[in-house]
């Protein structure tokens, strides 16, 4: 499973139910629901991450994030979690108000446009950062609104929402020492486990 | 144990079920119904196709839809042009796996294909039944259904699958006989008719009710049939069958001739093509039958006892579901699907939901589309891992020999 997925299975409590955003092949609800009983729903676009959900026999219900979750009830689930799609929609802010309405307890990971080596290909070569967590070119990538752990960390604040726990992923690691000393530089991908007050 | 009604069949597809053969299965038991009568005996016909396992419990029982019937894979004689309404997707390795499933088909009541209807004799009054034929319901259908299921030793069904109103029927069997059904299959389908739905299907009702030859449903005993009602009624179902794009390409402003020629005749080509499937329908289908079967799907409302909470409705509901929808049907468009899926959703049930591309419309359901195949063969191979169903030991010697 991805470094990021590793990190947020910790996250989720035995028999939560919950709400996974763009959730691909589903392999960390599979997982979730073997081992830890976990209950809920993936939501999903892509036809292909729909029907490899189908076969591991996870709940998968295709949806644009882009629409909101205005199907699902207040208060209905134990957490939502989003990983890799914030920086892909239309309107971040709204999509963590609304993740924040369905449940008390968000996750979200995103690729963090701090990370040194995006700065060496902004800062030094003057090119729009590829790398293995951005990997499309300007002019195709679907990630429209990136950010960096600190832009985060601001628009949390802004909303008055608190953080119950961050860390960052680099590579293939769940974190190296200084990734956690100094995240938005050296995290490549950040997650974050906000609640609201 | 019913044995497949399948026989080995040369020069059709390897993937076909080969040459079936219907069966009847008789009821004696009065059956009660929604409109307050009783029906004191019936018939229903039905075909198979695979085998029923040891454990009983690889059996999948498809719906069908408004004009549908048992009839939905392999052929009946070698001179059919055409195998069942569902062939593209029943079969040895298809979706729903012959290999792997035995399916059950049937005529619902009130049809005119075989099963006791309209056009069958009324034991009380030595007559046909016709216009007297009382209205069955979607809850009606799936009694009797069950009744179906007992006779073949069925206890639960590994999946019932249906499209458009064999939807409606699926659903409401997750309602009515929550511990029989393991898995449910509603494509291209609506939890209730839109106000739409309901006007499409009374224009249709009075296209019927009001042609001279239908003499109040009686046609049968004045030697005729309401041909001119049956027509219109077909054309407009089928217009809402397919969608603008569908018809757009399929026939455009096409012309039959090079010049227009200023009158009511066929001038293009999609007159004629609503001309033929409507005179073809005419005087395949039963009057009487299309009336029963158009209410059915307007009375069906599983939400209307839970003050139209469908989620309500839904709490008895146990299996997982799979719901799919078009995005071109704007008969039962997608949104009624996801409505659906938001019901389930709410009451906490297992669900998964999609949204096929497709440029058909309604149609959709019928026809095989590559990832409408995957997803449904996706769903149906999970059915058969969790369900411990093994691929059926074909005596590969024996088939060779047949063939």
């Known amino acids: ?197 | 144990m019913p044995d497949s009604d399948t026989l080995a069949f040369v020069d059709r597809p390897a993937d076909s079920v080969g040459l079936v053969t219907p069966h009847i299965a008789k009821f004696d038991t009065p059956l009660p119904l929604a409109c307050g009568k009783v029906l004191p005996e019936y018939e229903l016909i039905y075909e198979t196709y695979g085998t029923l396992n040891a454990a009983r419990n690889n059996a999948v029982l498809i719906c069908h839809a408004l004009s549908g019937h048992h009839h939905a894979a392999g052929y009946h004689g070698s001179e059919d042009r055409k195998p069942g309404w569902w062939d593209a997707h029943i079969g040895p390795g298809k979706s729903i796996d012959t290999n792997r499933f035995f399916v059950v088909s049937l005529n619902n009541l009130g049809g005119c294909h075989g099963s006791t209807g309209p056009v069958s004799h009324n034991p009380e009054t030595g007559r046909q039944w016709g216009p007297d034929f009382p209205m069955v319901t979607v809850s009606d259908w799936v009694v009797s259904q069950a009744r179906l299921a007992d006779q073949l030793g069925i206890e639960r069904w590994a999946a019932a699958v249906g499209g458009s109103l064999g939807g409606m029927q699926v659903l409401q069997w997750t309602m009515t006989y929550p511990e029989r059904v393991a898995n449910a299959v509603v494509i291209a389908a609506t939890p209730r008719l839109s106000a739409q739905n309901i006007a499409f299907n009374e224009v249709a009702r009075q296209a019927i009710r009001s042609d001279p030859e239908f003499f109040g449903g009686w046609y049968a005993e004045h030697d005729t049939v309401p041909k001119r009602g049956l027509k219109l009624a077909r054309m407009v179902g089928h217009i809402t069958y397919l969608s603008e794009d569908a018809m757009g390409s399929k026939f455009g402003r096409d012309l039959r001739s090079t010049d227009l020629n200023f009158g009511f005749d066929v001038e293009f080509q999609v007159e004629s093509y609503l001309r033929y499937q409507g005179d073809m329908f005419s005087t395949a289908f039963d009057a009487n039958t299309y009336l029963l079967m158009t209410k059915a799907l307007d009375y069906f409302d599983p939400s209307a006892a839970q003050s139209s909470d469908l989620a309500s409705a839904l709490a008895p509901a146990q299996c997982p579901f799979l719901v799919v929808s078009f995005t071109t049907d704007w008969r039962f468009p997608p949104a009624r699907s996801r409505e659906l899926v938001d019901a389930l959703t709410r009451a906490g049930k297992a669900v998964s939901y999609a949204n096929i591309d497709s440029p058909h419309g309604h149609d959709a359901f019928l026809l095989p589309e590559p990832r409408y195949h995957a997803l449904f063969n996706a769903f149906m191979t999970r059915i058969a891992r969790e369900l411990n169903i093994d691929e059926m030991a074909i005596d590969e010697t024996a088939r060779e020999e047949t063939l």
């Open chain 1, 1 to 197: 499973m991805r470094a990021d997925l590793e990190l947020i299975y910790d996250w989720v409590p035995q028999g939560a139910h919950v709400l996974d955003l763009a959730c691909g092949d589903g392999v960390l609800l599979q997982r979730l629901a073997q081992e830890k009983n976990v209950t809920g729903y993936g939501l999903e676009i892509d036809p292909d991450g729909i029907t490899q959900c189908v076969s591991r026999g996870v709940n998968v219900i295709e949806h644009n994030l882009d629409d909101g979750l205005g199907s699902f009830c207040d208060n209905s689930y134990d957490q939502v979690i989003m990983t890799q799609a914030l920086q892909a929609l239309r309107r971040p802010d709204k999509m963590l108000d609304e993740m924040l309405r369905v449940a008390e307890e968000g996750i979200i990971t995103f690729p963090n446009f701090a990370y040194w080596r995006h700065r060496i290909h902004l800062g030094l070569r003057g090119y729009m950062p590829v790398s293995k967590s951005l990997p499309h070119a300007w002019y195709d990538t679907p990630n429209i609104h990136l950010s960096t752990f600190n832009d985060f960390e601001h628009l949390c604040r802004e909303k008055g929402l608190v953080i119950v726990d961050r860390a960052v992923g680099v590579g293939d690691h769940k974190g190296h020492w200084s990734s956690k000393w100094w995240p938005n530089l050296f995290g490549e991908i950040a997650i974050f486990r906000v609640r609201r007050r």
